[in-house]
């Protein structure tokens, strides 16, 4: 039973109310046109799921976890049903994954720390949160909406390092009308700067309709 990983609310709810307990689904059926899917944090996904093997500095399993498989199989159905998605950290690499990119399977310098993210289309910045060691590298399909502008080592599948001098940190998913959100904005207050502009993204992205 993955409420907890996969938590539904009805749209009238505060998009980012998601530490509630008994609203959400435990199947994908269960999902109709007045919800949206939020995908939350946790431990890695497997490679395997866009196409790599693991690394020596990555995680995940060889194969699906269990969880793994019932988020893919969410968002299949939510994909269908043209619901939004909200994935947050390994759920924002969960949509990735889904939409046809990869991860970066460690970086350094993200987990534990705050940093700058800037919005690629009007360069304003904001403070964000940080608490994983992968990398969203989205495909051809998807638009980073944020990066975080910082020199650091990442390492690929093949455990070779390379100097990466952006991170993706918000990206939108307009195929399977998805938002991933690297950071945490679900562990901050309403008022805080980077929940308000992760709800706008929310709200103008995904809700439009």
């Given amino acids: 039973m993955l409420i907890e990983a996969n938590a539904l609310y009805p749209r009238k709810l505060p998009i980012f109310n998601i530490t509630d307990k008994g609203i959400g689904v435990n199947h ?3 999902l109709n046109k007045n ?3 939020i995908l939350h944090g946790g431990a890695d996904i497997s490679p395997s799921l866009y196409g790599e093997p693991v690394s020596k500095l990555g995680g995940g399993c060889t194969t699906p ?6 988020e893919w199989d969410f ?5 269908e049903l043209g619901i939004p998605i909200v994935g947050i950290c390994r759920g924002a690499q969960m949509l990735c994954a889904y939409d046809g990119g990869k991860l970066m399977q460690h970086i350094e310098n993200h987990t534990g720390r705050n940093h700058v993210i800037t919005d690629t289309r009007d360069q304003q910045s904001y403070v964000s949160n940080s608490c994983h060691h992968q990398m969203m590298i989205p495909s051809d399909n998807a638009e980073v909406i ?5 020199q650091t080592l990442g390492y690929d599948s093949q ?5 990466i001098g952006k991170v993706p ?3 939108h998913f307009p195929k399977i009308n998805a938002l991933g959100i690297q950071g945490h904005p679900e562990w901050l207050g309403n008022s805080n700067k980077f929940v308000e502009y992760c709800t706008h993204l929310i709200k103008t ?5």
């Fill in 159 to 163: 455990n070779r390092n390379h100097v």
């Fill in 65 to 70: 976890s269990n969880r793994d498989q019932q």
């Fill in 169 to 171: 940190e918000v990206v």
């Fill in 146 to 150: 944020a990066y975080h502008h910082e």
């Fill in 205 to 209: 992205l995904l809700l439009r309709n």
């Fill in 28 to 30: 994908p059926k269960e």
């Fill in 75 to 79: 968002i299949k159905v939510a994909v």
């Fill in 35 to 37: 919800h949206i899917l």
